[in-house]
C-alpha cells in the first residue's frame, strides 16, 4: 500500500458489525474479573542486581486459578514512577529483559506480560470448547463467546491492572502516568487495554495491531502465519463456507477495532504500509474508529517489522527523556569524518561505557534501543560505519572502531577504566578487536565474523568475554567460534543449537547479567 492508496480507507472501519451487545458484554467480562480475589507477589529474577535498576518476577492468579507471570523493572527510585504495560507479539513471551531495560532507562517502571499458553511462563487453564490444535485466536470458537482466549485474556489484563493499583498505593508506581505500549498482537492488547481500562491507562504507543478485522484478512487469503488459525476452523470446521457469518460474529467480540470507539486516552499508531501479516487496511479499521487524540505515522516500504523511527518517538510520548542523547563527530586516522551516538545517565558523576559496533547491511540502532544501556547505570556510544565500510575491509572498520574508542575514554563523565564493547556479527569482531588493542574491562560478541583477523590476537584480550553463537549461522561459522573459544584466555562461551544469524534474547539476558556482574 502507498501513502495514496492510504487515503482510500480513511473511512473504513471494518466488515464485521459490532456486536449490538458489545459494550454490555464487556463490562460484564469486567466484572467477572473485579470479583476475582487478588493474589500476587514478586521476587527477584534470575538477572544478577545492580544498583540501578531492580530486575522482578511478578506472579499473580489470574482467570480460572491460572498461574501468570510478568516481568517487572523498576528503576531505582525514592518515590513513585510512571508505569509501562508492555504487550508482545503473537505467539511468544516477554522479549529479554535487556530489551525492556529500554523503559527503564527512560525513568519508567515497566511489567511486561506473558501470554497465557504461548513462549513464556504464564499457565494457560485450558478448558475452551472445541480446536485447540490451531492456535489461540479460534480456542474456545465452538463455545459461548465469553469463553473465548482472548476474552479470558483480557480479563486476566483487568487484574493485571489492578495489581497495578495496588503498586500504586504502595508509593511504586504513578498511577497518572500509566501508559500502554504493544505492537502486532501486542497493539491489539494495548488497544483493548486501553478501552476496558480507561480510568488507568493515560497514554498508549500501538504499531500494526493484531485481530483487528479478521474476515478481510480472511477475504484477502492472508489467513496464513499469524492467522493461520482462521484458515485451519474453515478447512476442518466449516468447508463449504455456510457458517462464516455465525463464528466471524463470535470473534468480533475481541476484534480490536471493535475497541476503538471506548479508548479515551491518547493514542500513538504506526503502520507498515508493506505490512503482508497484519494488512494495512484492517489497521484502518482500528485507526479510523478511535475518537480520542490521535497520531499516527505510516512508513512505506516497511512490513511487519522493528520500526526503530516509532520506537524513538515513545520516548517523548511517554516523556521519558530522562537521559542526555547527543550526536558526535569522530576524526578517522585517514581524515573521513565519522558519526556516532551517545546516550548517557543524567546527572553529574562518571559512568561506565559501552561501545556498540553494529553489523553491516543493518541501520544503525535508535536512540529507544540504546536507552536500555542507561538502566544499568552505562553510557552508551555507538559508532555507525561509514558507507562502503565492508567493501574497504574488516581493517579499515577496525580502525574506525579504534578511533571511536580513544575519542570515547576522553568524554566527560566517561570512567574510561570501565569500557565494555559489544556487537553483534562484523560488530562481534569489531567489539573483539578493539579489546585485543585497548584496555577494556569486557568484551561482548554475537556470531562475530569474519575471525580470519581476531584468531590470531585472541590470547592477548585479557579481559572476561561473553561470546555467544547460534550454531545454524551460515554467515558466522560456528566451528571458528569454537576455535576462538578455546584461544580466549578468559570467556564464557553460550550456544543455541537452533539459532542462525540472528537476535537471541537469551543472550541478552546474558549479557544483562554480564555487565552487571
Known amino acids: 500500500m502507498t501513502y495514496e492508496e492510504l487515503e482510500g480507507w480513511s473511512d473504513y472501519e471494518g466488515m464485521t458489525p459490532c456486536p449490538e451487545d458489545f459494550d454490555e458484554f464487556w463490562a460484564a467480562r469486567m466484572a467477572e474479573a473485579d470479583e476475582v480475589p487478588l493474589q500476587w507477589h514478586t521476587e527477584p529474577s534470575e538477572i544478577v542486581p545492580c544498583d540501578t535498576c531492580q530486575y522482578l518476577d511478578l506472579w499473580f492468579v489470574g482467570m480460572g486459578g491460572a498461574r501468570l507471570y510478568a516481568k517487572y523493572l523498576r528503576?531505582?527510585?525514592?518515590?513513585?514512577?510512571?508505569?509501562?504495560?508492555?504487550?508482545?507479539?503473537?505467539?511468544?513471551?516477554?522479549r529479554s529483559w535487556f530489551e525492556q531495560s529500554s523503559f527503564a532507562g527512560m525513568g519508567c517502571a515497566l511489567i511486561a506480560l506473558d501470554n497465557p499458553g504461548q513462549g513464556g511462563r504464564s499457565q494457560d487453564a485450558?478448558?475452551?470448547?472445541?480446536?485447540?490444535?490451531?492456535?489461540?485466536?479460534?480456542?474456545?470458537?465452538?463455545?459461548?463467546?465469553?469463553?473465548?482466549?482472548?476474552?479470558?485474556?483480557?480479563?486476566?489484563?483487568?487484574?493485571?491492572?489492578?495489581?497495578?493499583?495496588?503498586?500504586?498505593?504502595?508509593?511504586?508506581?504513578?498511577?497518572?502516568?500509566?501508559?500502554?505500549?504493544?505492537?502486532?498482537?501486542?497493539?491489539?492488547?494495548?488497544?483493548?487495554?486501553?478501552?476496558?481500562?480507561?480510568?488507568?491507562v493515560s497514554r498508549a504507543a500501538i504499531l500494526?495491531?493484531?485481530?483487528s478485522d479478521m474476515r478481510k484478512?480472511?477475504?484477502?487469503?492472508?489467513?496464513?502465519?499469524?492467522?493461520?488459525?482462521?484458515?485451519?476452523?474453515?478447512?476442518?470446521?466449516?468447508?463449504?463456507?455456510?457458517?462464516e457469518d455465525e463464528w466471524f460474529a463470535k470473534l468480533a467480540y475481541y476484534e480490536t477495532n471493535h475497541f476503538s470507539h471506548l479508548v479515551r486516552c491518547p493514542?500513538?499508531?504506526?503502520?507498515?504500509?508493506?505490512?503482508?501479516?497484519?494488512?494495512?487496511?484492517?489497521?484502518?479499521a482500528t485507526y479510523n474508529?478511535?475518537?480520542?487524540?490521535?497520531?499516527?505515522?505510516?512508513?512505506?516500504?516497511?512490513?511487519?517489522?522493528?520500526?526503530?523511527?516509532?520506537?524513538?518517538?515513545?520516548i517523548c510520548f511517554f516523556d521519558g527523556r530522562k537521559a542526555s542523547y547527543q550526536r558526535l563527530s569522530i576524526n578517522a586516522d585517514d581524515g573521513v569524518t565519522l558519526t556516532a551516538r551517545l546516550v548517557a545517565p543524567a546527572g553529574e558523576g562518571s559512568h561506565p561505557l559501552v561501545l556498540l559496533f553494529g553489523d553491516v547491511d543493518r541501520d544503525p540502532r535508535g536512540w529507544h534501543h540504546m536507552t536500555r544501556y542507561v538502566a544499568t547505570g552505562h553510557a552508551v556510544l555507538q559508532l555507525e560505519n561509514r558507507d562502503g565500510a565492508c567493501a574497504d575491509g574488516f581493517a579499515r572498520m577496525r580502525d574506525d572502531a579504534l578511533a571511536a574508542y580513544d575519542e570515547a575514554v576522553g568524554l566527560p563523565g566517561v570512567d574510561a577504566t570501565r569500557i565494555v564493547t559489544y556487537g553483534e556479527g562484523v560488530g562481534?569482531?569489531?567489539?573483539?578487536?578493539?579489546a585485543a588493542a585497548r584496555p577494556v574491562s569486557r568484551a561482548v560478541a554475537l556470531n562475530p565474523y569474519p575471525l580470519s583477523g581476531i584468531l590470531g590476537a585472541a590470547p592477548s584480550i585479557d579481559c572476561p568475554v561473553l561470546l555467544g553463537t547460534g550454531c545454524m549461522d551460515e554467515l558466522a561459522d560456528p566451528r571458528l567460534q569454537e576455535e576462538l573459544a578455546r584461544r580466549l584466555p578468559?570467556?564464557?562461551?553460550k550456544r543455541y543449537p537452533k539459532y542462525a544469524h540472528e537476535r537471541i534474547n537469551a543472550f541478552e539476558n546474558e549479557f544483562l547479567s554480564f555487565i552487571n556482574g
Open 289 to 314: 474508529g478511535l475518537t480520542c487524540e490521535r497520531e499516527r505515522f505510516c512508513y512505506e516500504g516497511r512490513g511487519h517489522e522493528e520500526i526503530e523511527d516509532f520506537d524513538d518517538r515513545i
Open 75 to 94: 528503576p531505582a527510585s525514592d518515590g513513585p514512577l510512571p508505569l509501562v504495560l508492555q504487550f508482545h507479539g503473537y505467539p511468544g513471551a516477554s
Open 490 to 493: 578468559d570467556v564464557v562461551h
Open 267 to 284: 493514542v500513538m499508531f504506526g503502520t507498515g504500509l508493506a505490512d503482508t501479516i497484519v494488512p494495512p487496511a484492517t489497521q484502518c
Open 126 to 200: 485450558g478448558g475452551f470448547v472445541g480446536t485447540t490444535v490451531s492456535g489461540h485466536l479460534v480456542a474456545g470458537l465452538d463455545g459461548d463467546p465469553r469463553d473465548l482466549y482472548y476474552v479470558r485474556l483480557y480479563q486476566d489484563i483487568r487484574i493485571l491492572c489492578r495489581i497495578v493499583r495496588e503498586l500504586g498505593g504502595q508509593g511504586q508506581v504513578d498511577l497518572s502516568r500509566v501508559y500502554v505500549n504493544g505492537a502486532s498482537q501486542g497493539g491489539g492488547m494495548g488497544i483493548a487495554c486501553a478501552a476496558l481500562n480507561p480510568d488507568l
Open 208 to 211: 500494526y495491531p493484531f485481530l
Open 217 to 243: 484478512v480472511y477475504d484477502l487469503g492472508l489467513d496464513e502465519i499469524a492467522y493461520e488459525g482462521l484458515r485451519y476452523y474453515s478447512r476442518w470446521f466449516d468447508p463449504d463456507g455456510t457458517r
Open 428 to 434: 562481534g569482531a569489531l567489539a573483539l578487536a578493539v
